[in-house]
């Protein structure tokens, strides 16, 4: 028990500076430019890493005896990172923080969720299950409550203490990492997950693309995201802040009723996951 508290408090300081951290900087880039290009500049180098990052991850993740040691050696890369606003204060200095904070959060996030089965005290199916659902409603109370605090926070303190307050968080949680105890993974089991991984991830794509229902629903997901991110989390910051002038308080209050939207969203459909009216979400609500 004291195993899986201390991995969801390690979890959930580590998301409350990052995502403070972020919401900053976005109040950053746009006060200081009000340009939606460098705003869009600050989206793109932090999914980017992510998405290249993902093809090599997964194979580091199956090769890691020691999950813990990678954690912490995540989260100390991450606090040296924070340091660039610090030491070189300038948007060049912010996009290379972005990039590189997201760059460690894919190694990160890939290896804490591919060895939490092997974590002490995750004993079962239905343990793992409760231990999930904890982490993500503290992810999803930090997206609600973060942006309200880093708003009003923003009026008080500049964008160099919201990277104190983030070096403060990946050191607590590394410290807390340090003591994770996880089980040894049997010799030769990482390369056997890792072949099944590439046959079940090509398997995966066939039978999907093979299915009109989900094919339809892939692209309708895809086109959802697409004018999700270009509307909501380019424009409206822009909108915001630039164009009506609304205070950093009163943009954290409308980023965190959007996070709210989307918990609330969430609850509903998992609750009648094979309604057919759940088939196309995305078209029904365009």
């Known amino acids: 028990m004291s195993n899986r508290v201390l991995f969801l408090l390690s979890k959930g300081v580590s998301h409350i500076g990052t995502r403070l951290f972020t919401f900053a900087l976005s109040w950053y880039i746009l006060s200081e430019t009000g340009s939606g290009l460098s705003f869009s500049i600050s989206l793109l180098v932090n999914y980017l890493p992510r998405i290249t990052l993902s093809l090599f991850v997964g194979n580091l993740s199956d090769k890691t005896s020691h999950p813990n040691r990678v954690l912490v050696a995540c989260d100390v890369a991450s606090a040296a990172v924070c340091c660039l606003p610090l030491l070189h204060p300038g948007l060049a200095s912010i996009y290379c923080a972005i990039f590189l904070l997201s760059a460690v959060s894919a190694v990160f996030d890939n290896i804490i969720d591919t060895h939490l089965i092997n974590l002490v005290g995750v004993d079962s199916g239905e343990t793992l299950k409760k231990l999930t659902s904890s982490a993500q409603f503290i992810t999803s109370g930090v997206n609600i409550a973060a942006p309200f605090v880093g708003g009003v926070l923003m009026r008080?303190?500049?964008v160099q203490m919201f990277a104190?307050?983030?070096?403060?968080?990946?050191?607590?949680?590394?410290?807390g990492e340090?003591?994770?105890k996880y089980r040894p993974r049997r010799r030769g089991d990482g390369a056997r997950?890792?072949?099944?991984g590439q046959r079940g991830g090509r398997a995966v794509l066939s039978y999907m693309f093979g299915k009109k229902k989900l094919r339809t629903f892939f692209i309708a997901d895809s086109l959802g995201n697409f004018c999700f991110s270009g509307g909501v989390n380019v424009a409206l910051p822009l909108i915001v802040t630039t164009t009506l002038g609304i205070s950093s308080s009163g943009y954290g209050l409308i980023s965190s009723s959007i996070a709210v939207g989307s918990v609330l969203c969430a609850m509903w459909r998992t609750?009648?996951?094979?309604?057919?009216?759940?088939?196309y979400p995305f078209?029904?609500?365009g």
């Open 164 to 175: 104190v307050i983030n070096i403060a968080s990946f050191l607590l949680s590394a410290f």
């Open 271 to 279: 609750k009648a996951p094979g309604d057919s009216r759940l088939q």
């Open 283 to 285: 078209l029904r609500l």
């Open 156 to 158: 008080l303190f500049p």
């Open 178 to 180: 340090i003591w994770l």
């Open 193 to 196: 997950n890792a072949g099944r």
